[in-house]
């Protein structure tokens, strides 16, 4: 592994955080923990941490011995000053001498102890550090130091490949315990530079921050080094079909099948995020892909990412679509019993009580393509496929020198089920559109980007269509929530389906549509172009159906329901001047509704349409505002509140009006009036 020490960027970071009164030790911290927290092979993901011994000053102006170390929340690779909270050294020593402490006592003291009360949670790994006599401590989950300590017999592979360098701490479960051990273990010979944590990672300490630092990539680096001279040829391959399924073909059944049933037609559905590269299907095309992902996560923090392991599935056949969704969820259903056992066989051991987290997988590979990592947002999800990389290489090492041992299941039970990681779920309550893809067809305009807005805003991700690819991807960064703009003109049923295929590549699926894209045109019925009438149809109902058809597809593969959302207009039910050409194919849009409704009912998948009216819009502009109430000698304020609540209505109540039909779990064949009130407009 490179050493990326460099002296000018250290001095130069050195003396930019002098200037905001960070001492040098501490501003040396923030830089070699930014070197580590870069690399994934070291540090995932929260997956390590870092400190420094150092003085600081309280708010009285007394000055203390404090530890400064790695606040929870806070990513190694972008850390600041404030990411490593300083804790008084001298209450972390004293509880060294107590013989037991519990982790919600340690948790109390550390916060107890704190120079500022506004900090993170320091390190659950903060005794550790602190027991540890050394200025500078570099801990990390390593690939290469996985590889070796994830064996049946790491003790003595530990010594073969390090010396008498490096002491050898046995498993223990992050804490005080583990702290006191590893603190023996240094006493016994405090020449050592570092200590081997088995089934979980590695220690390394100095006297300054570089000498910590390179030490780390010194004992990484004998480790890479030991795996590519002493690694065997790679396992057996697997058959794989003659024809494989693409991707896309197959992630819409997978994330229906990873979706956690409430009943009643109820899901919390999840996002996919598929990963593929040259080095993950060469692994995962193992014959023994299946059992090895059986065997666990390759260190214990993991399990909070992908749970007890990945899961496994058989290679898709490109002939035999209908068969492999059977198997999926043969296969997710097998996991999950396996699951639930673990959870029940481990729980009852003690009398503590535990929740059960849902047992779904998070994290699939597919021989042949790739790997889906799965999570209740993108962010998630793409954190489970960067984990299964990381799985993968440490599998790949320690299957090479040896045979991958990790930590027991029962083992890693207690760390799955920490408490204090269950209380974190407990006040972590997702949105009612959490794990949900809304796909919005005229997107950047006024209604669709508003709707946008507020989908993202209850936790779906949308994606945006719009006929300006910029425009899309403005109203998409607006919306927030890692949502995404397309550029489609729907009236091309190719550029649709390249739209919703772009849905199922990035999020795995779609859930909801909001079927909103539209334009007028105006004219006498009986003197209209027949070619212009025909353009309103193919924009103002075809693409519509287009668009449900679409939907209806990849909803059908999921197998969890789904909603249909049109935005029909007022001129559905009411039609107005001259405005047939809009009118007409938006009857037909209604009834669209209807059918849906109709024919996909018995699926779960609800449709419903909005008649709104009166909507400031590319619709509806400032212009044509400005002409129709010159031409009806009323004030541009009072045409736009021409209406029973005398209330200009606007984009915002419409996006209202579609949330709560996509929030609505047994609205189906409904039509939501948004007009401010039009008793000639009003349904029946
Ligand atoms: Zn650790």
């Known amino acids: 592994m490179k050493n990326l020490w460099n002296d000018a960027d250290a001095e130069k970071m050195v003396a930019d955080y002098a200037r905001k009164g960070v001492r040098r030790d501490l501003a040396l911290r923030v830089y070699t923990t930014r070197l580590l927290g870069g690399e994934p092979r070291l540090v995932l993901h929260g997956g390590g941490n870092t400190s420094c011994k150092t003085r600081a000053t309280d708010l009285v102006g007394d000055e203390w011995d ?19 909270p300083a804790v008084k050294m001298g209450a972390l020593l004293k509880a060294r001498a107590l013989d037991t402490l519990s982790d919600e006592d340690m948790v109390a003291l550390q916060r107890s102890n704190l120079i500022d009360p506004a900090s993170p949670n320091p390190s659950v790994e903060t005794l550790l550090h602190a027991f540890l006599p050394l200025k500078f401590v570099d801990h990390t989950h390593s690939t290469a130091i996985l590889a070796i300590v994830d064996q049946e ?8 490949v390090f010396g008498d360098k490096m002491g050898y701490v046995p498993y223990i479960k992050p804490g005080f315990e583990l702290a006191k051990v590893a603190a023996d273990v240094f006493d016994a010979d405090p020449s050592v530079e570092g200590l081997i944590l088995d089934k979980h990672g590695i220690f390394t300490f100095g006297d300054d921050a570089r000498q910590a630092y390179d030490r780390m990539i010194h004992y990484v680096t004998i480790a890479e080094d030991y795996i590519a001279k002493n690694g065997k040829p790679q396992a057996t391959k697997a058959a794989l079909p003659a024809k494989l399924a693409k991707a896309s073909d197959i992630a819409p059944t997978l994330r229906g099948a990873v979706a956690v049933a409430r009943g009643e037609g109820r899901f919390d559905r999840m996002i996919s995020d598929f990963r593929t590269s040259d080095a993950i299907v060469d692994f995962i095309n193992s014959a023994r892909i299946a059992e090895l992902a059986g065997r666990g996560v390759s260190t214990p923090d993991l399990s909070i990412r992908i749970k007890t392991g990945p899961m496994a599935v058989p290679a898709p056949d490109a002939d035999k679509l209908g068969d492999y969704k059977v198997a999926v969820r043969s296969h997710v259903e097998a996991f999950a019993k396996d699951y639930r056992a673990y959870f029940e ?16 997988p998070r994290l699939t590979l597919v021989p042949g393509l790739g790997m889906f990592g799965h999570g209740r947002t993108l962010k998630d999800a793409k954190i489970a496929s960067d984990v299964g990389e990381m799985w993968i290489e440490a599998v790949r090492g320690a299957e090479a020198i040896g045979n991958f041992q990790p930590l027991s299941k029962a083992d890693l039970f207690p760390l799955e089920y920490w408490s204090l990681e269950q209380a974190k779920l407990a006040s972590n309550k997702p949105k009612p559109l959490t794990g949900q893809v809304a796909l919005i067809t005229g997107g950047a305009g006024a209604i669709g980007a508003a709707t946008a807005k507020l989908f993202a805003a209850n936790g779906a991700h949308a994606v945006i269509v719009d006929l300006d690819p910029a ?17 489609a003109d729907i009236t091309s049923p190719a550029e649709v389906r390249a739209a919703f295929d772009k849905a199922v590549a990035v999020y795995g699926g779609v859930d909801i549509l909001v079927s909103n894209a539209g334009a007028a045109w105006e004219g006498r019925i009986g003197e209209i172009d027949d070619a212009l009438l025909r353009k309103s149809f193919e924009l103002n109902f075809f693409a519509h159906q287009s668009a449900a058809q679409n939907a209806v597809r990849i909803m059908l593969e999921q197998g ?8 029909t207009s007022k001129q559905a039910i009411n039609p107005g001047p001259k405005f047939g050409a809009y009118g007409l194919p938006k009857a037909a849009t209604l009834f669209l509704s209807r059918q849906y409704a109709l024919d996909y009912g018995a699926y779960g998948i609800r449709s419903n349409a909005v008649n709104a009216d009166r909507i400031r819009s590319g619709l509806l502009t400032d212009a044509m505002i400005a002409s129709r109430s010159g031409a009806r000698g009323v004030s541009e304020k009072e045409y736009m509140s021409g ?3 005398g209330q200009e209505v606007t984009a915002d109540d419409v996006a209202q009006a579609f949330l709560h039909q996509a929030l609505a779990e047994r609205t189906t064949a409904d039509v939501t009036t948004v007009d401010g009130g039009n008793i000639a407009a009003a349904l029946r």
Do not use: H, Y
Not at 471 to 481: D, P, V
């Open 643 to 645: 209406n029973l609540l």
């Open 66 to 84: 404090v530890l400064c170390v790695k606040g929870s929340g806070w990513d190694m690779a972008v850390i600041e000053p404030q990411g490593l």
């Open 471 to 487: 425009k899309a991807a403005e109203a998409a960064k607006a919306a927030g929530n890692n949502s995404i703009g397309v550029g």
């Open 345 to 360: 066989t481990n729980d009852a051991l003690d009398d503590v009580k535990r929740t059960m987290l849902d047992p779904m």
């Open 153 to 160: 017999n790491s003790k003595a592979l530990v010594k073969t």
């Open 560 to 567: 969890t329901g789904g909603v249909l959302l049109f935005n």
